[in-house]
């Protein structure tokens, strides 16, 4: 099995490691980048001869084509806008493809590339990252213990584990995505309904035994496409991020400030997007290296054997200090390599472009997260 990763970021590395190094049907790994420095590094990292780096810009149709037919299947660890040009190479060059996805436009068009996909025979899944990505097929593997389910709630943080003012966060992933998920609208199902509604909005406590204290928020793109998959099979669903108490309203006062605009401003004689500034600015203050954490808690109501009962799944993952992958880089990365894996090996219930909770075989997908000792705490509460 031949896997292509592009991207050499924390979240390509990640991918290639967990290639290398939990992933024995797999003999060779391609991480690719713009920058050969930056995948060379990656590669040398991944400490496995199994690993090679290689030079190419997604953005290059032809060179990407080249290297698309040389692989078996191809993981996108690249900003979300080239997924939908990556997809359709994908087809072309019959090469299996999943990304980490991040933009609910972007994966529906996608999406309606099914036919196509079918027809050359691979499988196309966006969104196959922590949230969204894993939360999904854990959603239908907690669903199916129900004879009658009515509400699926989701939340999930990537936080570091000793927070710095005046955020308490730091960057894990991509600040454009961040930025993201907070101002652009929640996909949710209420009474029934899929509705949109604001991000940064329905603040709520939460606790994870032997963890300060946290707070959960609407944000966009972490329920994907489970709002149609689940659409008219249950009455409530939803997504929010955690944070650290005291988060959601100071970056929230940057957002009514319109510090996260796209709208150009001018300002002595020069135009210049807020959303520009502040992404910089975010990268150049906030930590990004430190030991963390990711928490995530799926809450299942319905009923079985006609009693009222809610499911919880929970999840800590922590920096592993051992292969220096952070929480992030583990339950980000190591679900879309499983998932390319499961591709090439024949192990999703359908060929095309398709959301991995319609194709993942749940119960098979928990146990790869197992055995690499992402672990879910599964317990009734009253």
């Given amino acids: 099995m031949k896997i292509l990763v592009l991207g050499a970021g ?3 590395f990640g991918a290639a490691f967990d290639l290398a190094h939990n992933s024995p049907k797999v003999q060779r790994v391609t991480i690719a980048d713009q920058d050969i420095s930056v995948a060379e590094a990656a590669a040398d990292k991944t400490a496995s001869d199994k690993v090679s780096p290689l030079k190419v810009d997604v953005s290059d149709s032809n060179a990407v084509s080249k290297v698309f037919a040389d692989h078996d299947a191809a993981i996108s660890c690249v900003n979300y806008w080239f997924n939908e040009e990556l997809s359709k190479l994908a087809i072309l060059n019959r090469s299996h493809l999943c990304d980490l996805g991040g933009n609910n436009g972007v994966v529906d068009r996608q999406l309606a590339l099914d036919a196509q ?10 969104d196959c990252g922590l949230a969204p990505g894993m939360v999904s097929v854990l959603a239908v593997h907690g669903a199916s213990r129900f004879d009658i389910l009515s509400e699926i709630h989701i939340r999930v943080g990537g936080l570091p584990q000793h927070p710095e003012p005046p955020l308490d966060y730091q960057l894990v992933f991509s600040v454009e995505g961040l930025i993201n998920e907070y101002v652009e ?9 899929i509705l949109e509604i604001e991000s940064m909005t329905e603040l709520e406590h939460l606790e994870f035994e032997g963890y300060p204290p946290l707070e959960a928020f609407q944000t966009s793109g972490g329920t994907s496409t489970l709002p149609d998959s689940f659409g ?8 929010k991020t955690i944070r650290y108490r005291g988060h959601c309203d100071k970056f929230k006062t940057m ?6 605009s796209s709208d150009p401003l001018e300002t002595q004689g020069a135009e210049v997007a807020p959303r520009r500034i502040l992404a910089r600015l975010l990268e150049l203050h906030l930590p990004a290296d430190g030991p963390d954490l990711v928490f995530v808690r799926l809450e299942f109501e319905g009923q079985i054997a006609g009693a009222r009962k809610t499911l919880v799944y929970d999840i800590v993952d922590k920096q592993d200090n051992e292969t220096g992958l952070s929480a992030m880089m583990r339950t980000t990365s190591f679900p879309a390599s499983i998932i390319a894996q499961m591709m090439v090996e024949g192990e999703v219930a359908l060929r095309g472009a398709t959301p991995q909770e319609a194709v993942i075989g749940p119960e098979s997908f928990v146990e790869e997260l197992s055995r690499r000792g992402i672990a879910i705490d599964e317990y009734f509460r009253d």
Avoid: F, H, Q, W
């Fill in 185 to 193: 609208k929640a996909r949710v199902i209420r009474k029934g309904e």
């Fill in 10 to 12: 924390r979240m390509g």
């Fill in 232 to 239: 008219g099979k249950v009455t409530e669903l939803d997504y």
């Fill in 255 to 260: 957002i009514d400030l319109g510090l996260c």
């Fill in 117 to 126: 996909a079918r027809e050359a025979g691979i499988s196309i899944i966006p």
